[in-house]
Protein backbone atom coordinates (compact mmCIF):
# COMPACT_ATOMS: atom_id res chain seq x y z
CA UNK A 1 0.00 0.00 0.00
CA UNK A 2 3.11 2.67 0.76
CA UNK A 3 3.13 5.31 3.44
CA UNK A 4 0.33 7.32 4.56
CA UNK A 5 0.01 11.29 5.01
CA UNK A 6 -2.03 13.28 7.92
CA UNK A 7 -4.82 15.48 6.46
CA UNK A 8 -4.99 18.95 7.00
CA UNK A 9 -7.67 20.10 9.95
CA UNK A 10 -9.39 23.20 9.64
CA UNK A 11 -9.34 24.30 12.57
CA UNK A 12 -5.83 24.34 12.55
CA UNK A 13 -4.79 24.85 8.66
CA UNK A 14 -2.14 22.45 9.20
CA UNK A 15 -2.05 18.62 10.29
CA UNK A 16 -2.45 18.63 13.60
CA UNK A 17 -5.62 19.39 15.85
CA UNK A 18 -5.90 22.41 17.43
CA UNK A 19 -5.57 22.82 21.71
CA UNK A 20 -9.00 23.66 23.53
CA UNK A 21 -11.37 22.88 20.51
CA UNK A 22 -13.75 20.47 19.62
CA UNK A 23 -12.25 17.60 16.97
CA UNK A 24 -14.61 16.99 14.07
CA UNK A 25 -15.04 13.65 13.67
CA UNK A 26 -14.79 13.11 10.03
CA UNK A 27 -11.35 14.25 10.07
CA UNK A 28 -10.10 12.13 13.19
CA UNK A 29 -11.88 9.45 11.04
CA UNK A 30 -9.29 10.29 8.19
CA UNK A 31 -5.54 10.26 10.60
CA UNK A 32 -7.60 6.74 12.01
CA UNK A 33 -8.96 5.09 8.69
CA UNK A 34 -5.98 4.51 6.56
CA UNK A 35 -3.75 2.81 9.82
CA UNK A 36 -6.54 0.66 10.18
CA UNK A 37 -6.36 0.24 6.28
CA UNK A 38 -2.57 -0.57 5.98
CA UNK A 39 -1.99 -2.91 9.07
CA UNK A 40 -4.90 -4.96 7.98
CA UNK A 41 -3.03 -6.70 5.64
CA UNK A 42 -1.71 -3.74 3.36
CA UNK A 43 2.05 -3.28 4.82
CA UNK A 44 4.37 -4.03 2.11
CA UNK A 45 8.59 -3.21 1.54
CA UNK A 46 7.63 0.45 2.04
CA UNK A 47 6.55 0.46 5.53
CA UNK A 48 9.84 -1.39 6.56
CA UNK A 49 12.95 0.43 7.71
CA UNK A 50 15.91 -0.45 5.63
CA UNK A 51 17.58 -0.92 8.34
CA UNK A 52 15.32 -2.91 10.47
CA UNK A 53 17.09 -5.91 12.38
CA UNK A 54 13.64 -8.66 12.83
CA UNK A 55 14.71 -11.41 14.49
CA UNK A 56 14.40 -14.77 11.88
CA UNK A 57 11.71 -16.29 14.00
CA UNK A 58 8.64 -14.01 13.21
CA UNK A 59 9.68 -14.18 9.19
CA UNK A 60 7.13 -17.01 8.03
CA UNK A 61 8.95 -20.81 7.29
CA UNK A 62 12.65 -19.07 8.48
CA UNK A 63 13.60 -21.51 11.27
CA UNK A 64 15.14 -19.99 14.02
CA UNK A 65 17.33 -22.94 15.26
CA UNK A 66 19.14 -25.70 13.46
CA UNK A 67 16.67 -28.46 15.11
CA UNK A 68 13.81 -26.40 13.67
CA UNK A 69 15.79 -26.38 10.43
CA UNK A 70 16.50 -30.08 9.96
CA UNK A 71 12.97 -30.76 10.65
CA UNK A 72 11.69 -28.33 7.69
CA UNK A 73 13.64 -29.66 5.09
CA UNK A 74 12.87 -33.38 6.00
CA UNK A 75 10.79 -34.95 3.38
CA UNK A 76 7.38 -35.54 4.64
CA UNK A 77 8.02 -32.94 7.98
CA UNK A 78 4.65 -32.16 9.68
CA UNK A 79 7.41 -29.59 11.96
CA UNK A 80 5.78 -26.10 12.78
CA UNK A 81 6.28 -24.20 10.36
CA UNK A 82 5.91 -26.83 8.05
CA UNK A 83 6.67 -26.82 4.50
CA UNK A 84 3.99 -27.06 1.63
CA UNK A 85 2.77 -30.37 0.39
CA UNK A 86 4.19 -29.92 -2.80
CA UNK A 87 7.88 -28.86 -2.48
CA UNK A 88 7.80 -32.15 0.35
CA UNK A 89 6.87 -34.21 -2.62
CA UNK A 90 9.62 -33.00 -4.88
CA UNK A 91 12.35 -33.10 -1.43
CA UNK A 92 11.66 -37.11 -1.63
CA UNK A 93 11.64 -37.41 -5.48
CA UNK A 94 15.08 -35.85 -5.45
CA UNK A 95 16.78 -37.67 -2.63
CA UNK A 96 15.58 -41.08 -3.93
CA UNK A 97 17.46 -40.22 -7.44
CA UNK A 98 20.34 -38.63 -5.82
CA UNK A 99 20.57 -42.13 -3.37
CA UNK A 100 20.49 -44.32 -6.21
CA UNK A 101 22.95 -42.29 -8.66
CA UNK A 102 25.62 -41.19 -6.08
CA UNK A 103 27.93 -43.18 -3.72
CA UNK A 104 29.13 -40.03 -1.71
CA UNK A 105 25.89 -39.68 0.34
CA UNK A 106 26.72 -39.12 3.87
CA UNK A 107 29.90 -40.68 3.77
CA UNK A 108 32.03 -41.07 6.62
CA UNK A 109 35.47 -41.24 7.94
CA UNK A 110 37.56 -41.91 11.31
CA UNK A 111 39.88 -39.27 11.97
CA UNK A 112 43.17 -39.51 13.84
CA UNK A 113 41.61 -39.14 17.29
CA UNK A 114 39.64 -42.48 16.32
CA UNK A 115 36.23 -40.48 15.99
CA UNK A 116 33.78 -40.93 13.55
CA UNK A 117 32.92 -37.62 11.18
CA UNK A 118 30.78 -37.06 8.57
CA UNK A 119 32.75 -36.61 5.63
CA UNK A 120 29.50 -34.34 3.73
CA UNK A 121 27.71 -34.76 0.42
CA UNK A 122 30.19 -34.72 -1.89
CA UNK A 123 30.57 -35.57 -5.67
CA UNK A 124 33.76 -37.56 -5.61
CA UNK A 125 36.24 -38.68 -8.58
CA UNK A 126 35.87 -42.59 -9.28
CA UNK A 127 39.14 -43.82 -10.72
CA UNK A 128 38.32 -47.39 -12.03
CA UNK A 129 35.76 -49.76 -11.85
CA UNK A 130 34.25 -51.04 -8.67
CA UNK A 131 36.85 -53.60 -7.35
CA UNK A 132 34.53 -55.74 -5.96
CA UNK A 133 33.46 -59.19 -7.67
CA UNK A 134 29.84 -59.64 -8.06
CA UNK A 135 29.02 -56.64 -6.34
CA UNK A 136 25.13 -56.97 -6.78
CA UNK A 137 25.10 -60.67 -6.18
CA UNK A 138 23.62 -61.43 -9.61
CA UNK A 139 26.22 -64.50 -9.43
CA UNK A 140 24.96 -67.59 -7.21
CA UNK A 141 26.31 -70.74 -8.89
CA UNK A 142 25.52 -72.54 -5.27
CA UNK A 143 22.12 -71.70 -5.76
CA UNK A 144 19.48 -69.37 -4.20
CA UNK A 145 20.15 -70.61 -0.39
CA UNK A 146 24.25 -70.26 -0.16
CA UNK A 147 26.27 -67.51 -0.25
CA UNK A 148 26.79 -65.74 -3.56
CA UNK A 149 29.42 -66.13 -5.70
CA UNK A 150 32.96 -64.30 -4.83
CA UNK A 151 31.91 -63.61 -1.29
CA UNK A 152 33.21 -65.66 2.05
CA UNK A 153 30.94 -66.11 4.67
CA UNK A 154 31.68 -64.56 8.22
CA UNK A 155 30.54 -66.73 10.99
CA UNK A 156 27.57 -69.24 10.47
CA UNK A 157 24.64 -66.77 9.24
CA UNK A 158 21.86 -68.06 6.54
CA UNK A 159 21.29 -66.75 2.98
CA UNK A 160 19.22 -66.57 0.86
CA UNK A 161 19.20 -64.77 -2.94
CA UNK A 162 16.22 -63.22 -4.26
CA UNK A 163 15.32 -60.39 -6.76
CA UNK A 164 15.59 -56.45 -4.57
CA UNK A 165 13.12 -54.48 -3.42
CA UNK A 166 10.33 -52.76 -5.80
CA UNK A 167 11.98 -49.39 -4.66
CA UNK A 168 15.69 -50.35 -5.48
CA UNK A 169 15.07 -51.14 -8.70
CA UNK A 170 15.85 -54.18 -10.71
CA UNK A 171 18.34 -56.62 -9.45
CA UNK A 172 19.33 -58.95 -6.86
CA UNK A 173 19.95 -58.79 -3.09
CA UNK A 174 21.22 -60.89 -0.68
CA UNK A 175 19.50 -61.91 2.81
CA UNK A 176 21.64 -62.45 5.64
CA UNK A 177 20.43 -64.30 9.09
CA UNK A 178 22.44 -64.26 11.74
CA UNK A 179 22.99 -68.13 12.89
CA UNK A 180 23.78 -66.94 16.72
CA UNK A 181 24.39 -64.03 18.96
CA UNK A 182 27.85 -63.16 17.05
CA UNK A 183 28.26 -60.77 13.91
CA UNK A 184 27.36 -62.89 10.90
CA UNK A 185 27.55 -61.37 7.39
CA UNK A 186 29.54 -61.86 4.34
CA UNK A 187 32.87 -59.94 3.11
CA UNK A 188 35.55 -59.94 0.03
CA UNK A 189 39.05 -59.41 -0.09
CA UNK A 190 40.57 -56.48 -2.25
CA UNK A 191 44.08 -57.05 -3.48
CA UNK A 192 45.94 -54.38 -5.43
CA UNK A 193 45.66 -51.62 -3.06
CA UNK A 194 47.74 -48.57 -3.73
CA UNK A 195 49.91 -47.12 -0.71
CA UNK A 196 48.52 -44.11 0.91
CA UNK A 197 45.14 -43.95 -1.56
CA UNK A 198 41.82 -43.00 -0.78
CA UNK A 199 39.31 -45.48 -1.16
CA UNK A 200 35.21 -45.32 -0.84
CA UNK A 201 33.35 -48.35 -0.01
CA UNK A 202 29.72 -48.52 1.20
CA UNK A 203 26.72 -50.93 0.35
CA UNK A 204 22.88 -50.34 0.26
CA UNK A 205 21.53 -51.80 3.16
CA UNK A 206 18.01 -53.13 4.66
CA UNK A 207 17.86 -53.74 8.44
CA UNK A 208 14.78 -56.45 9.05
CA UNK A 209 15.95 -57.44 12.61
CA UNK A 210 18.61 -56.05 15.35
CA UNK A 211 21.10 -54.08 13.38
CA UNK A 212 23.64 -54.18 10.65
CA UNK A 213 26.88 -52.61 9.76
CA UNK A 214 29.30 -51.95 6.83
CA UNK A 215 33.26 -52.41 8.07
CA UNK A 216 36.72 -52.70 6.41
CA UNK A 217 39.75 -54.18 7.94
CA UNK A 218 43.20 -53.61 6.37
CA UNK A 219 43.48 -49.91 6.15
CA UNK A 220 45.12 -48.02 7.65
CA UNK A 221 45.73 -48.44 11.98
CA UNK A 222 43.58 -46.74 14.49
CA UNK A 223 45.32 -43.32 15.35
CA UNK A 224 45.27 -42.55 11.64
CA UNK A 225 43.27 -40.75 9.57
CA UNK A 226 40.95 -42.58 6.91
CA UNK A 227 41.92 -45.96 9.38
CA UNK A 228 38.88 -48.67 8.52
CA UNK A 229 35.33 -47.91 9.88
CA UNK A 230 32.47 -49.38 11.12
CA UNK A 231 29.26 -47.85 9.53
CA UNK A 232 26.50 -48.73 11.46
CA UNK A 233 22.57 -48.75 10.70
CA UNK A 234 21.32 -49.17 14.13
CA UNK A 235 17.32 -50.28 14.21
CA UNK A 236 15.15 -51.65 11.63
CA UNK A 237 15.17 -49.61 8.30
CA UNK A 238 14.75 -49.78 4.65
CA UNK A 239 17.17 -49.55 2.22
CA UNK A 240 20.11 -46.52 3.25
CA UNK A 241 23.41 -45.99 1.92
CA UNK A 242 26.17 -46.86 4.59
CA UNK A 243 29.70 -45.57 3.35
CA UNK A 244 32.89 -44.72 4.57
CA UNK A 245 36.38 -43.58 3.29
CA UNK A 246 39.38 -45.18 4.05
CA UNK A 247 43.21 -44.81 2.72
CA UNK A 248 45.42 -48.00 2.20
CA UNK A 249 48.50 -48.49 4.61
CA UNK A 250 51.95 -47.68 3.68
CA UNK A 251 53.55 -51.02 3.11
CA UNK A 252 54.36 -51.57 -0.77
CA UNK A 253 52.35 -53.00 -2.30
CA UNK A 254 50.02 -52.10 0.43
CA UNK A 255 48.04 -54.56 2.49
CA UNK A 256 44.52 -56.01 1.61
CA UNK A 257 41.53 -54.90 2.50
CA UNK A 258 38.49 -56.93 3.46
CA UNK A 259 35.25 -55.66 2.99
CA UNK A 260 31.98 -56.74 4.57
CA UNK A 261 28.65 -56.11 6.14
CA UNK A 262 27.52 -58.07 9.15
CA UNK A 263 24.90 -58.24 12.18
CA UNK A 264 25.04 -55.70 14.56
CA UNK A 265 25.39 -59.02 16.98
CA UNK A 266 22.31 -60.32 18.12
CA UNK A 267 21.04 -64.08 17.89
CA UNK A 268 18.23 -63.34 15.34
CA UNK A 269 19.39 -59.84 13.16
CA UNK A 270 18.83 -60.10 9.57
CA UNK A 271 20.09 -57.57 7.03
CA UNK A 272 19.38 -57.47 3.20
CA UNK A 273 21.79 -55.74 0.61
CA UNK A 274 21.91 -55.00 -2.75
CA UNK A 275 24.85 -53.16 -4.26
CA UNK A 276 27.86 -52.75 -2.56
CA UNK A 277 31.03 -50.73 -4.02
CA UNK A 278 34.53 -50.23 -4.11
CA UNK A 279 36.41 -47.27 -5.41
CA UNK A 280 39.74 -45.80 -5.64
CA UNK A 281 39.19 -42.04 -4.85
CA UNK A 282 41.27 -38.62 -6.77
CA UNK A 283 44.60 -39.23 -8.32
CA UNK A 284 44.60 -39.10 -11.89
CA UNK A 285 41.84 -40.90 -13.78
CA UNK A 286 42.99 -43.99 -15.79
CA UNK A 287 41.58 -43.94 -19.20
CA UNK A 288 40.32 -46.34 -21.42
CA UNK A 289 43.63 -46.77 -23.36
CA UNK A 290 46.87 -47.42 -22.19
CA UNK A 291 48.35 -45.42 -19.10
CA UNK A 292 51.53 -47.20 -18.42
CA UNK A 293 53.93 -47.71 -20.88
CA UNK A 294 57.24 -49.41 -19.81
CA UNK A 295 59.61 -49.45 -23.14
CA UNK A 296 62.41 -50.95 -23.08
CA UNK A 297 65.20 -50.97 -25.74
CA UNK A 298 68.01 -52.95 -27.31
CA UNK A 299 71.00 -51.64 -29.57
CA UNK A 300 73.83 -53.80 -28.56
CA UNK A 301 74.77 -56.17 -30.79
CA UNK A 302 73.95 -60.33 -29.11
CA UNK A 303 74.92 -63.46 -31.19
CA UNK A 304 73.13 -66.71 -30.53
CA UNK A 305 75.41 -69.24 -31.96
CA UNK A 306 73.84 -72.01 -34.27
CA UNK A 307 71.63 -74.70 -32.12
CA UNK A 308 73.06 -78.15 -32.23
CA UNK A 309 71.16 -78.43 -29.15
CA UNK A 310 67.43 -76.45 -28.08
CA UNK A 311 68.19 -73.87 -26.21
CA UNK A 312 66.23 -70.04 -25.71
CA UNK A 313 68.05 -67.06 -24.87
CA UNK A 314 67.42 -63.98 -22.80
CA UNK A 315 67.50 -60.85 -25.24
CA UNK A 316 69.53 -58.38 -23.49
CA UNK A 317 67.66 -55.40 -22.38
CA UNK A 318 64.29 -56.58 -23.67
CA UNK A 319 62.95 -57.05 -20.44
CA UNK A 320 59.34 -55.05 -18.52
CA UNK A 321 57.92 -55.20 -15.27
CA UNK A 322 54.45 -54.38 -14.48
CA UNK A 323 51.96 -54.72 -11.31
CA UNK A 324 48.16 -54.97 -11.65
CA UNK A 325 46.87 -52.68 -9.40
CA UNK A 326 43.41 -54.35 -8.92
CA UNK A 327 40.40 -55.70 -10.71
CA UNK A 328 39.55 -54.31 -14.59
CA UNK A 329 42.76 -53.92 -16.19
CA UNK A 330 44.74 -55.67 -18.78
CA UNK A 331 48.48 -56.33 -19.71
CA UNK A 332 49.80 -55.81 -23.57
CA UNK A 333 53.19 -56.34 -24.47
CA UNK A 334 53.94 -55.32 -27.79
CA UNK A 335 57.95 -56.92 -29.32
CA UNK A 336 59.91 -56.28 -32.05
CA UNK A 337 63.41 -58.17 -33.02
CA UNK A 338 65.82 -57.27 -35.42
CA UNK A 339 68.27 -59.59 -36.73
CA UNK A 340 71.17 -60.52 -39.36
CA UNK A 341 72.99 -63.84 -40.20
CA UNK A 342 75.81 -64.47 -43.09
CA UNK A 343 73.95 -67.44 -43.94
CA UNK A 344 70.95 -68.09 -46.28
CA UNK A 345 70.14 -71.13 -44.35
CA UNK A 346 69.86 -69.66 -41.35
CA UNK A 347 66.66 -69.17 -39.33
CA UNK A 348 65.24 -67.73 -36.41
CA UNK A 349 62.43 -68.14 -33.40
CA UNK A 350 61.60 -65.78 -31.21
CA UNK A 351 59.13 -65.73 -27.98
CA UNK A 352 57.52 -64.13 -24.94
CA UNK A 353 58.75 -65.54 -21.58
CA UNK A 354 56.22 -64.12 -18.51
CA UNK A 355 57.17 -64.80 -15.02
CA UNK A 356 59.46 -67.72 -16.04
CA UNK A 357 56.59 -69.00 -18.21
CA UNK A 358 56.59 -69.32 -22.21
CA UNK A 359 53.15 -67.63 -22.92
CA UNK A 360 53.78 -66.97 -26.51
CA UNK A 361 55.20 -67.86 -29.63
CA UNK A 362 57.52 -68.94 -30.68
CA UNK A 363 57.20 -67.10 -33.80
CA UNK A 364 59.64 -67.55 -37.45
CA UNK A 365 61.43 -64.71 -38.69
CA UNK A 366 61.55 -63.24 -42.09
CA UNK A 367 64.29 -63.22 -44.46
CA UNK A 368 65.63 -60.80 -46.69
CA UNK A 369 68.56 -62.36 -48.68
CA UNK A 370 71.27 -60.53 -50.88
CA UNK A 371 74.65 -61.67 -52.06
CA UNK A 372 77.14 -58.92 -51.34
CA UNK A 373 80.77 -59.51 -53.05
CA UNK A 374 79.96 -62.90 -53.20
CA UNK A 375 78.92 -63.81 -50.21
CA UNK A 376 75.47 -64.50 -48.70
CA UNK A 377 73.53 -62.23 -46.03
CA UNK A 378 70.21 -62.30 -44.52
CA UNK A 379 68.43 -60.04 -42.32
CA UNK A 380 64.93 -58.86 -41.23
CA UNK A 381 62.83 -57.59 -38.37
CA UNK A 382 59.99 -59.82 -36.61
CA UNK A 383 56.70 -58.02 -34.73
CA UNK A 384 54.39 -59.61 -32.10
CA UNK A 385 51.66 -58.73 -29.70
CA UNK A 386 50.38 -60.92 -26.95
CA UNK A 387 47.57 -59.64 -24.27
CA UNK A 388 47.08 -60.91 -20.68
CA UNK A 389 43.05 -60.33 -20.57
CA UNK A 390 43.17 -61.35 -16.72
CA UNK A 391 46.09 -60.34 -14.51
CA UNK A 392 45.74 -60.97 -10.77
CA UNK A 393 45.37 -58.23 -8.98
CA UNK A 394 48.00 -56.83 -6.80
CA UNK A 395 50.50 -59.47 -9.08
CA UNK A 396 53.83 -58.15 -10.38
CA UNK A 397 54.57 -59.62 -14.18
CA UNK A 398 57.74 -59.72 -15.11
CA UNK A 399 58.24 -60.12 -19.06
CA UNK A 400 61.47 -61.15 -21.41
CA UNK A 401 62.33 -61.85 -25.17
CA UNK A 402 63.88 -64.65 -25.51
CA UNK A 403 65.57 -66.10 -29.09
CA UNK A 404 66.90 -69.76 -30.46
CA UNK A 405 68.45 -70.67 -33.51
CA UNK A 406 66.38 -72.81 -35.53
CA UNK A 407 69.05 -74.58 -38.13
CA UNK A 408 71.37 -76.36 -36.75
CA UNK A 409 73.56 -76.88 -39.91
CA UNK A 410 74.76 -72.71 -39.94
CA UNK A 411 77.56 -72.16 -42.00
CA UNK A 412 78.65 -69.20 -40.50
CA UNK A 413 80.21 -70.09 -36.99
CA UNK A 414 79.39 -66.74 -35.94
CA UNK A 415 75.80 -67.77 -35.53
CA UNK A 416 72.43 -64.90 -35.71
CA UNK A 417 73.05 -61.30 -34.08
CA UNK A 418 70.47 -59.78 -32.74
CA UNK A 419 70.48 -55.92 -32.64
CA UNK A 420 73.66 -54.53 -33.90
CA UNK A 421 75.27 -53.15 -37.58
CA UNK A 422 74.02 -54.98 -40.47
CA UNK A 423 76.52 -57.27 -42.08
CA UNK A 424 75.84 -56.05 -45.37
CA UNK A 425 76.43 -52.73 -46.68
CA UNK A 426 75.03 -50.26 -45.91
CA UNK A 427 75.83 -50.60 -42.28
CA UNK A 428 72.67 -49.80 -40.95
CA UNK A 429 72.06 -50.22 -36.87
CA UNK A 430 68.88 -52.21 -36.00
CA UNK A 431 67.32 -52.08 -32.75
CA UNK A 432 64.95 -54.01 -30.97
CA UNK A 433 62.02 -52.94 -28.92
CA UNK A 434 59.46 -54.35 -26.35
CA UNK A 435 56.76 -52.14 -24.66
CA UNK A 436 54.91 -53.55 -21.70
CA UNK A 437 50.99 -51.54 -21.22
CA UNK A 438 48.72 -51.66 -18.47
CA UNK A 439 45.36 -50.91 -19.88
CA UNK A 440 41.61 -50.45 -18.17
CA UNK A 441 38.76 -52.20 -19.74
Known amino acids: MGTISRPSKASSGTTNYTNNTVADGDEVDADIDPIYTLVNGNLDNNNINASAV ?3 SKILNESSTGAE ?6 SG ?6 TGGSLVTDQQRLRHILRRLTVGDDAQFYDASNAQNDAGWQEFRIVGPNLLLNSSFELFSSGTSAIPDHWSAINSPTFSVQATAATEGEGMEVTATAGAATQDGLSQVVGGIKPLTRYLVGARVEVGVGGAEVFTSGAEAAGTAYQDAVVALATPASYKTLSAIVVGDSSSPATDITFGIRTAGGGS ?3 SADQCFFYELGGNPIANSTNVGIVATATAAQTVA ?6 WYDITGITGTVRCPGPGYRIRVDVTISYNFNDVRGAIAVRLDENASAVAGPF ?14 SHGTLTFAWVNFAPAAGTTY ?3 AQVRSTDSDLTNSAGIVINGVQVESPANTFASHMIVSLERI
Open 77 to 82: SSASPA
Open 69 to 74: ARAITS
Open 364 to 377: GGTVRESNVAGSIF
Open 398 to 400: AYK
Open 54 to 56: IDQ
Open 306 to 311: AETTPA
Open 269 to 271: DVF
